[in-house]
């Protein structure tokens, strides 16, 4: 790719993240351009193993999973709970149990002292998305990264996506890329289970608003003081009406295609896929926002994280990153 295509994607990557980096990402139906719905789409989710007690089981395994491998190099929980034929996604990586062991063998060799700080866990349906910010070697920043696993009928995970991003040395608002400002201050998904479809339903019609309609008037879904961790844009939901207007008339033929969407009580995280053109390799994101109740009743979306990276040219797999 060359640096003329490279500046005007970073250059949208910041202006989206305004209102989110891919806010962009409910332009497409769920099931666009992505593999068929057994490989994670939020639409047709298998429903007969996902009760919330499973749910939160799978939680739990993804983290022990994560913690073990990575921290641990523990290669037998990779026997115990993933599947010998893992799909996998992340480019780097090929498919199968056995590529995992070897790659954390490399890993761990290499980062003894790696930490994956896990930060929030959503689950909705058969998928698990992670937060969190591995740093590998003590003193460094780190990175950000959000996992995504599919979990099978058994329990064992079966289908793996990740975006990653390099944590910069300071942020335009204060905010780092992981902490949580709004009320009540905890990073795990909060309030009643009955929340989910509400928070889901806001989160996913702002995204329909903006991007299927082109219509600025979207940010009406966005609290006043929405707090912001992208780290070059600051808090805040004014003057963004402006911004997106601007932004669809420089860039009419944007293509923006959802992939998955996962919601859990006040937060929903939305995984996407947006390009400049069909020939642009674009960028894999995932936004996360929190969703609360106004002094007027309204629900808003008050807090934003998200994660971006660059679709590579080639991959160990041929999965595509969605």
Avoid: C
């Amino acid at each position: 790719m060359n640096s003329t295509t490279r500046l005007p994607r970073r250059a949208i990557a910041t202006l989206l993240a305004a209102a989110s980096v891919a806010a962009v990402a409910g332009f497409a139906p769920a099931a666009t351009a992505s593999p068929p719905a057994p490989s994670g789409q939020s639409i047709g989710l298998d429903a007969s193993h996902t009760s919330p007690a499973t749910q939160e089981r799978n939680k739990r395994v993804a983290v022990h999973v994560l913690t073990q491998l990575f921290e641990e190099g523990n290669l037998k929980v990779a026997d115990r709970y993933i599947r010998e034929n893992y799909i996998q996604h992340n480019p780097v990586a090929p498919d199968g149990r056995e590529s995992i062991k070897s790659f954390i063998r490399d890993w761990t060799a290499r980062y003894p002292d790696h930490k994956y700080n896990i930060k929030r866990v959503l689950a909705q349906g058969n998928l698990v998305l992670v937060h969190a910010n591995p740093v590998y070697e003590p003193g460094t920043r780190g990175v950000a990264v959000v996992d995504i696993f599919r979990f099978d009928k058994q329990g064992m995970i079966a289908e793996h996506w990740d975006t990653v991003q390099d944590v910069p040395p300071t942020t335009v608002n204060g905010n780092d890329m992981f902490g949580t400002i709004s009320n009540p201050h905890t990073d795990q998904p909060s309030g009643p289970r009955w929340k989910t479809p509400l928070s889901e339903k806001i989160a996913t019609r702002y995204f329909d608003t903006l991007l299927v309609d082109k219509n600025p008037d979207a940010v009406r879904y966005l609290a006043p003081e929405y707090y912001q961790h992208n780290p070059t844009i600051p808090s805040g939901s004014a003057g963004l009406r402006e911004q997106f207007t601007d932004f669809f008339r420089q860039f009419p033929n944007l293509i923006v295609e959802r992939k998955r969407v996962i919601a859990d009580k006040d937060y929903v995280a939305i995984h996407a896929h947006y390009r400049l053109s069909p020939e642009d390799l674009g960028q894999s994101v995932v936004d996360i926002f929190r969703v609360a109740k106004q002094k007027n009743g309204e629900l808003k979306i008050i807090e934003h994280w998200d994660v971006v990276q660059d679709v590579p040219a080639t991959s160990a797999n041929d999965n595509t990153m969605f």
